[in-house]
């Protein structure tokens, strides 16, 4: 970075506070060439909360489908809770737009129609449970809607259904029961198959797919699995070789689905891939119904390619009662009963009413499906960076002029960390946040801000510097330049010709370095004001004095400049907006040759 501005001076004063409104602050067309809304004070500017974060009342929320009485309680400590099952989607798409959080199972597919229809409300949909495929993360991304799930509690749940579904179909307990409940006794009709020494191959070796493999090694099986991201040690580990997966197709007296429904694995077992599988194999699915060709396993169980399958999912639920996979004799069925057991309920109603409450309460959460996962130590180290980049992005925005379209923003992290252990995510969201909130009504979290900067033609490039000394601090510095704009305060304008602010954290409080070419440095808790004048003495007072007849209090002043009595630029941080009159009284101290005020 050039560094051009010789000195740096600071002065605080304290004087007292009066209170004004932040409205129509702004000018009224914005950085991004659309007409500007106006700034509603936001109470959360201070602290870095991500999510939820201007709510006077209880929150309000949704628990649309049956949940463990533990999470209520957790839920009803905090919120709202309107408990209502079986709603209509025209139901839930009415009450939704009284709730800020939603919390469903796998029964309530959460479309874009109810986003849309909450008016922005909506904040959280938590998913007790696994499997999202039920919630249209695209439009919850689209509309700053952060998704939770409750990814371990029912692990095992699923993994012990699995093992049922396994040993049942194997002995045919289902038909025999029947059977024997009809008033037959067929011993000889029901003789089932031995799981020992046979070869089951797990198709997705994630969670609940390593405990069934674990559970079916105890059984006896040789067990095989296909996962093209499982890394091999984990399966080592459990003594199960990974394959391909025409491989595990091939070599399989047994399968057993475990991967989550996505594009990629919509219909994966199909009429091809039946082929590719010995005959007589036997099919579990304790994952989701679409991951099979429903139509292809009916002719495949005809064809006796598949001898039997047990299926606890289905492409519809409930399935049609006439549906012919259901009635075939070869196939036994149990209502999506996976996660049901008294024990996996009663943990991922905690789980997730856990992570809708920390939504809620605007933090992040470890479970989020839509927005980057930060644990919780690497987010309270960068608890004042994501402060300090929300805030750079902020003024830098307000830097450019009106009619100038931000098109291009890069950004530079000067850190002495190894470049992969600093995750830069949040704060180029929050930077985003900055640069965004300020002159549109859309409102950005980290969930939304990719997408929104995005839509806007928002390019973040991002750098990293490379410093030296010891990482004792994550970020050391951060510069934010806007490229192609004119601004409202030319010495805003770097040497290489783009709108540059820096910050750094100091004692865990953001301050702002840099503007231009000239070194600052100026504590960002308040707003700021930005006036460039030849070097001479009297400055600081003539403005200060100005401020101090209407009472407001200067935090902090500071003057960077080329060279003694040269080009300087003085940044004053008040608490509290100094009226129009005192502006403009300010901008007309002869001295001074141009002036900003940029709210934070
Ligand atoms: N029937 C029920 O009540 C329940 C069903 N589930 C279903 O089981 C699925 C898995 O759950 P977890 O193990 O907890 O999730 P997980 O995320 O721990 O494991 C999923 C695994 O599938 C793998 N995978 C992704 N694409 C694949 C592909 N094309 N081929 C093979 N593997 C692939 C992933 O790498 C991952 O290791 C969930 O997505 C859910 O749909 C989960 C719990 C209960
Ligand atoms: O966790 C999952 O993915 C499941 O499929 C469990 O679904 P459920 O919550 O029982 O409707």
């Not at 639920?317 to 009963?337: G, R, W």
Request: glycine letters at 8%; charged letters at 20%.
């Amino acid at each position: 970075m050039a560094a051009s501005a010789s000195s740096t001076m600071l002065l605080s004063s304290k004087t007292s506070r009066a209170s004004l409104s932040w409205k129509n602050q702004l000018a009224s067309t914005s950085a991004f060439g659309v007409p500007r809304v106006s700034l509603r004070h936001r109470s959360h500017r201070q602290c870095p909360r991500f999510i939820v974060l201007s709510m006077d009342a209880k929150p309000t929320v949704l628990v649309a489908e049956k949940l463990g009485e533990a999470g209520l309680k957790l839920l009803k400590e905090f919120a709202n809770v309107d408990c209502s099952y079986n709603l209509s989607p025209e139901e839930l798409c009415t009450k939704i737009s009284l709730c800020d959080a939603l919390v469903v199972r796998s029964g309530t597919k959460v479309t874009r129609e109810i986003f849309e229809s909450s008016g922005g409300r909506l904040k959280v949909v938590g998913r007790a449970g696994v499997g999202i495929d039920n919630v249209d993360l695209a439009a919850a991304t689209e509309h700053g809607c952060l998704v939770v799930n409750a990814p371990t509690a029912n692990t095992v749940a699923a993994a012990e259904h699995g093992i049922a579904l396994l040993t049942a179909m194997a002995r045919n307990v289902a038909q025999a029961d029947a059977s024997v409940k009809s008033g037959k006794w067929l011993r000889n009709k029901y003789v089932g198959v031995s799981l020992v020494g046979k070869t089951l191959a797990v198709m997705g070796f994630g969670k609940v797919g390593s405990e069934v493999a674990r559970r079916a090694k105890g059984l006896g099986m040789h067990v095989i699995a296909h996962d093209p991201y499982a890394p091999a040690d984990r399966a080592r580990a459990i003594g199960v070789e990974l394959v391909s997966f025409d491989e595990a197709l091939a070599s399989a007296d047994f399968i057993s689905l475990h991967m989550p429904l996505t594009p990629a694995t919509k219909k994966v077992l199909n009429d091809e891939t039946f082929a590719k599988m010995k005959k007589g194999v036997r099919i579990v699915n304790v994952a989701r119904g679409g991951v099979i060709d429903e139509e292809a396993l009916v002719r495949a169980l005809d064809a006796g390619i598949v001898a039997q399958a047990a299926l606890d999912v289905f492409t519809e639920e409930p399935p049609p009662k006439d549906s012919k996979l259901i009635q075939h004799e070869n196939v036994t069925a149990t209502p999506h009963l996976g996660a049901s057991t008294t024990e996996a309920q009663e943990g991922v109603a905690i789980e997730v009413a856990e992570a809708v409450v920390g939504a809620l309460k605007g933090e992040l959460s470890a479970t989020a499906v839509n927005a980057p996962m930060v644990p919780a130590e690497v987010l309270s180290e960068l608890k004042p960076f994501v402060v300090l980049a929300e805030k750079l992005g902020r003024l830098a925005v307000q830097l450019v002029a009106g009619g100038s379209g931000v098109k291009s923003v890069k950004v530079t992290y000067g850190s002495a960390r190894a470049p992969d252990d600093l995750d830069t995510r949040l704060l180029r969201a929050m930077i985003t946040k900055g640069m965004i909130e300020p002159i549109s009504s859309v409102f950005i979290n980290l969930v939304n801000a990719d997408f929104t900067a995005k839509q806007r033609g928002l390019q973040i490039s991002e750098e990293r510097i490379l410093l030296d000394g010891s990482p004792e601090s994550p970020v050391e510095f951060i510069q934010v330049q806007i490229a192609n704009v004119e601004s409202k305060f030319a010495s805003a304008i770097s040497d290489s010709g783009e709108i540059r602010v820096v910050g750094r954290v100091k004692d865990g409080i953001p301050h702002l370095t840099k503007v231009g070419s000239f070194e600052v440095d100026v504590s960002l808790e308040g707003s700021i004001i930005l006036c460039s004048q030849v070097d001479q003495p009297g400055m600081i007072g003539k403005v200060g004095s100005v401020l101090g007849e209407e009472n407001v209090n200067v935090s902090f002043m500071s003057v960077g400049r080329i060279a003694p009595r040269k080009q300087a630029v003085m940044a004053i941080g008040v608490d509290e907006q100094p009226s129009k009159e005192s502006l403009k009284r300010i901008g007309e101290i002869p001295a001074i040759q141009e002036f900003v005020y940029l709210g934070l």
